[in-house]
């Protein structure tokens, strides 16, 4: 049995704690903070509750495969886990209203046709099969396995330029043609042509903090896997799934401290072998498992940084500029009508303008978006509201991070956040009139609560773009210290985090020359 110290509770720290102490070992976390889940947090008020961070889960098959083998109950039994349907609604400035389906690529394709015009349909099922070969290509290097020595041939974008030639992965990387690799953007652009799908597709890639003029087209990804894999709700919010895993860990004898901010990481022989808490209290262990930004490491580690030589590394300042995320919590007097979407997503009538609001216009100026993307959420879960007589919605929209913007001002995030409000009621006919109350929260309260730079929410590891969109690796210089969570490999969100855990208990039990799960 060895002695593994967890830095942090979020969601990528506990599902590497739960893998390692069913493996047998004795495992203790760490947390600065009040309560586990990381950036999965909730706001509860007059009966109605909120999910402070994400609101809906894709590939559940993550989260089942580590209930399955961290315990007797499965996730099912675990959490009330259902598929939305549709899976979203976007509403366009011209009066264009569109609803796909959950999981449905024939759905998808009747519904663009329907609203964009003949023929919209069979180009966007185009893109996505081609999607579908970078996801083929791109699985088990990205997602199942420990980022590779030779991680440089993942900076090669994977997605088929006509004529398509078909192998594996070395074959599939590097088809960027004689422009140079392509955007997102780019191939929006080409391949899609109605600006209304152009939009679609590029919400995708802005929905995990990602600029579609600079993203990879290897960014069409995510809308595959979002269509492939559907799009799911835990009831009660995504805050109950964190509350279920912390609860696995516990009854696997992971050990949590609260209000334990971890000050330095011991090193002895030449590997990690603790870590000293704020209190100067030294916790001995075999290994450490940091679920916190690689980039806060070196502090506590003597001012040396935890990523080996050649290794892929962050960008000086790239967690605090990644965007964050502007949200208004919503509670509104009146039923939830039975025909009400669960997510619409009211896209943004100038694109341009709203990315060089959220990621700088060339500059280093960030100016407020009058008329920014928001998503809007309207569970239909009656254990979010106080009665069947109200309803709690949550408006988020992808904002520049804190520091380029200041977000503790609260007169101009109050004004952000009436912008918000009034896209919404395009969504929301009478928004305004059904108000009981709002809760704005910026960047600046994501970063105070969970110490993410700028409020910054990490997102997907992608293929392409010389691997800057690729996160450290899980394995460090110091032997016995790994990575896990959203800024290591294979990145943010919920699914991509709970990999993390997976890849990290994995390194640590079958040992570092582990290549993944087959």
Same mark, same amino acid.
């Given at each position: 049995?060895?002695?593994?110290?967890?830095?942090?509770?979020?969601?990528?720290?506990?599902?590497?704690?739960?893998?390692?102490?069913?493996?047998?070992?004795?495992?203790?976390?760490?947390?600065?903070?009040?309560?586990?889940?990381?950036? %999965?947090?909730?706001?509860?008020?007059?009966?109605?509750?909120?999910?402070?961070?994400?609101?809906?889960?894709?590939?559940?098959?993550?989260?089942?495969?580590?209930?399955?083998?961290?315990?007797?109950?499965?996730?099912?039994?675990?959490?009330?886990?259902?598929?939305?349907?549709?899976?979203?609604?976007?509403?366009?400035?011209?009066?264009?209203?569109?609803?796909?389906?959950?999981?449905?690529?024939?759905?998808?394709?009747?519904?663009?046709?329907?609203?964009?015009?003949?023929?919209?349909?069979?180009?966007?099922?185009?893109?996505?099969?081609?999607?579908?070969?970078?996801?083929?290509?791109?699985?088990?290097?990205?997602?199942?396995?420990?980022?590779?020595?030779?991680?440089?041939?993942?900076?090669?974008?994977?997605?088929?330029?006509?004529?398509?030639?078909? &192998?594996?992965?070395?074959?599939?990387?590097?088809?960027?043609?004689?422009?140079?690799?392509?955007?997102?953007?780019?191939?929006?652009?080409?391949?899609?042509?109605?600006?209304?799908?152009?939009?679609?597709?590029?919400?995708?890639?802005?929905?995990?903090?990602?600029?579609?003029?600079?993203?990879?087209?290897?960014?069409?990804?995510?809308?595959?896997?979002?269509?492939?894999?559907?799009?799911?709700?835990?009831?009660?919010?995504?805050?109950?799934?964190?509350?279920?895993?912390?609860?696995?860990?516990?009854?696997?004898? %992971?050990?949590?401290?609260?209000?334990?901010?971890?000050?330095?990481?011991?090193?002895?022989?030449?590997?990690?072998?603790?870590?000293?808490?704020?209190?100067?209290?030294?916790?001995?262990?075999?290994?450490?498992?940091?679920?916190?930004?690689?980039?806060?490491?070196?502090?506590?580690?003597?001012?040396?940084?935890?990523?080996?030589?050649?290794? %892929?590394?962050?960008?000086?300042?790239? &967690?605090? !500029?990644?965007?964050?995320?502007?949200?208004?919590?919503?509670?509104?007097?009146?039923?939830?009508?039975?025909?009400?979407?669960?997510?619409?997503?009211?896209?943004?009538?100038?694109?341009?303008?709203?990315?060089?609001?959220?990621?700088?216009?060339?500059?280093?100026?960030?100016?407020?978006?009058?008329?920014?993307?928001?998503?809007?959420?309207?569970?239909?879960?009656?254990?979010?509201?106080?009665?069947?007589?109200?309803?709690?919605?949550?408006?988020?929209?992808?904002?520049?991070?804190? &520091?380029?913007?200041?977000?503790?001002?609260?007169?101009?995030?109050?004004?952000?956040?009436?912008?918000?409000?009034?896209?919404?009621?395009?969504?929301?006919?009478?928004?305004?009139?059904?108000?009981?109350?709002?809760?704005?929260?910026?960047?600046?309260?994501?970063?105070?609560?969970?110490?993410?730079?700028?409020?910054?929410?990490?997102?997907?590891?992608?293929?392409?773009?010389?691997?800057?969109?690729?996160?450290?690796?899980? %394995?460090?210089?110091?032997?016995?210290?790994?990575?896990?969570?959203?800024?290591?490999?294979? !990145?943010?969100?919920?699914?991509?985090?709970?990999?993390?855990?997976?890849?990290?208990?994995?390194?640590?039990?079958?040992?570092?020359?582990?290549?993944?799960?087959?």
């Amino acid at each position: 049995m060895a002695r593994i110290v967890v830095i942090g509770s979020g969601m990528g720290a506990m599902a590497a704690a739960a893998r390692l102490a069913v493996a047998g070992h004795r495992v203790v976390v760490y947390e600065r903070g009040r309560a586990h889940g990381g950036g %999965v947090g909730r706001f509860a008020r007059d009966g109605f509750r909120f999910d402070t961070g994400p609101g809906l889960l894709h590939l559940p098959a993550v989260y089942r495969d580590l209930f399955v083998k961290t315990g007797k109950q499965t996730l099912e039994q675990s959490v009330e886990l259902g598929q939305v349907d549709p899976a979203s609604r976007h509403l366009f400035t011209d009066g264009t209203d569109v609803r796909l389906p959950n999981a449905s690529r024939a759905g998808v394709l009747q519904a663009l046709d329907g609203a964009f015009g003949a023929g919209a349909g069979e180009r966007w099922s185009d893109l996505v099969n081609r999607a579908r070969e970078v996801w083929d290509a791109t699985r088990r290097p990205l997602l199942e396995e420990p980022l590779r020595a030779d991680w440089r041939v993942l900076g090669r974008d994977p997605y088929p330029a006509a004529p398509v030639r078909r &192998g594996r992965l070395g074959g599939l990387f590097g088809r960027g043609g004689a422009d140079g690799p392509p955007t997102l953007a780019g191939v929006a652009r080409r391949e899609l042509k109605d600006p209304r799908a152009v939009a679609l597709l590029e919400s995708h890639a802005l929905a995990h903090g990602l600029d579609p003029r600079s993203a990879p087209a290897a960014a069409t990804v995510l809308p595959y896997i979002e269509q492939t894999f559907g799009t799911w709700y835990v009831r009660g919010g995504m805050r109950v799934l964190a509350d279920a895993l912390h609860e696995r860990c516990r009854q696997r004898k %992971v050990e949590f401290h609260f209000g334990a901010e971890v000050t330095g990481i011991v090193e002895k022989d030449g590997r990690a072998a603790g870590v000293e808490l704020a209190d100067g209290t030294v916790a001995e262990a075999d290994a450490v498992v940091s679920g916190i930004d690689p980039a806060l490491l070196p502090p506590l580690l003597g001012g040396q940084a935890p990523w080996r030589e050649g290794d %892929v590394r962050p960008e000086p300042g790239a &967690g605090g !500029g990644t965007p964050g995320r502007l949200t208004v919590l919503l509670a509104l007097r009146g039923a939830r009508p039975e025909d009400a979407v669960h997510r619409t997503v009211v896209h943004a009538p100038d694109r341009e303008a709203e990315l060089a609001a959220v990621f700088g216009d060339g500059h280093g100026r960030r100016e407020p978006c009058p008329h920014p993307t928001v998503t809007v959420l309207r569970p239909d879960d009656p254990t979010v509201r106080p009665d069947e007589e109200h309803e709690a919605v949550t408006l988020t929209a992808v904002v520049a991070p804190h &520091g380029p913007v200041d977000w503790t001002d609260g007169t101009a995030a109050e004004q952000d956040a009436q912008r918000l409000i009034t896209a919404a009621e395009a969504a929301i006919p009478g928004l305004r009139d059904r108000m009981l109350w709002h809760e704005v929260r910026t960047p600046a309260d994501t970063e105070a609560e969970t110490g993410a730079r700028g409020g910054a929410a990490p997102g997907p590891v992608l293929a392409g773009a010389d691997g800057a969109f690729l996160r450290p690796a899980n %394995v460090t210089r110091l032997p016995g210290l790994y990575l896990a969570g959203g800024w290591a490999h294979p !990145g943010g969100g919920l699914a991509h985090a709970g990999m993390s855990g997976a890849l990290v208990a994995g390194l640590i039990v079958k040992g570092e020359d582990w290549r993944g799960s087959q």
